[in-house]
């Protein structure tokens, strides 16, 4: 059998020195104006990335509450067309708007046509008769009839 040899690891190159190369040339005091210079940029990047996730965040509870209003909208819109829709068909069958059911036209209209077959008066109306059945009073006409023809000897 033959054994295999390992590959050699690659060793990184030396380390130069960043710091070095980087303010090669210098002035002590060019040096530390740049370093000034980059903690206050850096200062200021973090501070804008501050405001910046603010704003974001504010955005995005704004856009979530726009959804929000936009649905309970579309909810109050349809429950007015509802509404108009309800009232519209129980005065056209003179029904109480407060007993129709169902969601649609055509099932509103059913509803209407059975409520109006089981509410039907049954018979005529007289006035008063709501507050006392018993205790009807006459029709005025009807009274200065009666008393014109009336005997004269009472």
């Known amino acids: 059998m033959s054994e295999a040899t390992p590959e050699p690891v690659p060793t990184p190159a030396p380390a130069q020195d960043e710091w070095s190369e980087t303010f090669a040339g210098l002035t002590p005091a060019e040096v530390k104006e740049a370093l000034d210079n980059s903690r206050k940029w850096e200062s200021r990047s973090k501070e804008n990335k501050k405001a910046l ?38 005065e056209a069958n003179k029904v ?36 006392s059945p018993e205790k009807v009073g006459d029709d005025p006409l009807r009274e200065f009839t009666r008393n014109l023809f009336q005997s004269a000897k009472d």
């Open 53 to 90: 996730d603010e704003l974001t965040a504010k955005h995005e509870l704004t856009a979530a509450e726009k959804a929000e209003l936009a649905t309970k909208l579309q909810a109050y819109e349809a429950e007015k067309e509802r509404a108009a829709l309800v009232s519209e068909i129980a």
């Open 96 to 131: 109480p708007a407060s007993a129709l059911r169902g969601s649609t036209r055509e099932e509103l209209e059913a509803h209407a046509a059975v409520l109006a077959e089981l509410i039907k008066p049954s018979g005529p109306v007289i006035p008063g008769q709501e507050k």
